[in-house]
């Protein structure tokens, strides 16, 4: 199985900050990393595909970037609703794998 | 417009089997790259995938949870049913039914969730 490391496991911010959250594969994943955001209660939210893909109706302040092992998702200038929980998976073979997810919470 | 959701029985006792199904609308299981899964999260923690079936008929599971499932499809009713033995409260979860997002190197993302389902298992 491949598995997904994710750091930090919670962060503390404030609005308008700039966040970066990274992600490691421990073997290579190519391109076929994903980030789902997910409120308290609610089902995870897309954000980015592969890799650095931007889903549908996902504000431009969402990025993703990296290949292989090593990925990192960007927020620019935080919001109040970006603050949740974030998900990287890995899609390149099954068992498809979920990282331990970064809690993004407000300072 | 595609929606999902997860029907369940929300409380099952120890080795009993539990039986979710999944309806959905908004696409077809027959056409060519659609898939639907099932991922579960148990309180306070994270996301785990858990199987899923792809419009040939293609299904893949979890290695740790393969002997105890079995996912199908009925495209004449738009569901997915997926079916886990022997029950464990560790198996307590919430059980999310997922849609499979087609586009260029998005593998097996997920891009339509379902509300999620809770299942405690507890005598």
């Known amino acids: 199985d491949i598995q997904m490391t994710q750091s930090p496991s919670s962060l503390s911010a404030s609005v308008g900050d700039r966040v970066t959250i990274t992600c490691r594969a421990s073997?290579?994943?190519?391109?076929?990393l994903h980030w789902y955001l997910q409120r308290p209660g609610t089902a995870p939210k897309l954000l980015i595909y592969?890799?650095?893909s931007l889903q549908s109706g996902v504000p431009s302040r969402f990025s993703g970037s990296g290949s292989g092992t090593d990925f990192t998702l960007t927020i620019n200038s935080l919001q109040p609703e970006d603050f949740a929980t974030y998900y990287c998976?890995?899609?390149?073979?099954?068992?498809?794998?979920f990282g331990g997810g970064t809690k993004v919470e407000i300072k | 417009q595609i929606t999902l959701k997860e029907s369940g029985p929300g409380l099952v006792k120890p080795a009993q089997t539990l039986t979710l199904t999944c309806n959905y609308s908004?696409?077809?299981?027959?056409?060519?790259?659609?898939?639907v899964g099932w991922i579960r999260q148990p309180p306070g923690k994270a996301l785990e995938w858990l199987a899923y079936?792809?419009?040939?008929?293609?299904?893949r599971y979890s290695p740790s949870l393969k002997s105890r499932l079995t996912i199908t499809k009925d495209t004449s009713k738009n569901q997915v049913v997926l079916t886990m033995t022997n029950m464990d409260p560790v198996d307590t979860a919430t059980y999310y039914c997922?849609?499979?997002?087609?586009?260029?190197?998005?593998?097996?993302?997920?891009?339509?969730w379902g509300q999620g389902t809770l299942v405690t298992v507890s005598s």
């Open positions: 997922a849609h499979r997002l087609i586009s260029t190197g998005s593998g097996w993302a997920i891009d339509y």
């Open positions: 908004g696409f077809s299981l027959s056409s060519s790259g659609v898939g």
């Open positions: 079936i792809n419009w040939d008929g293609d299904r």
């Open positions: 073997q290579s994943v190519g391109t076929y």
């Open positions: 592969a890799a650095s």
């Open positions: 998976q890995q899609t390149y073979s099954t068992p498809l794998t």
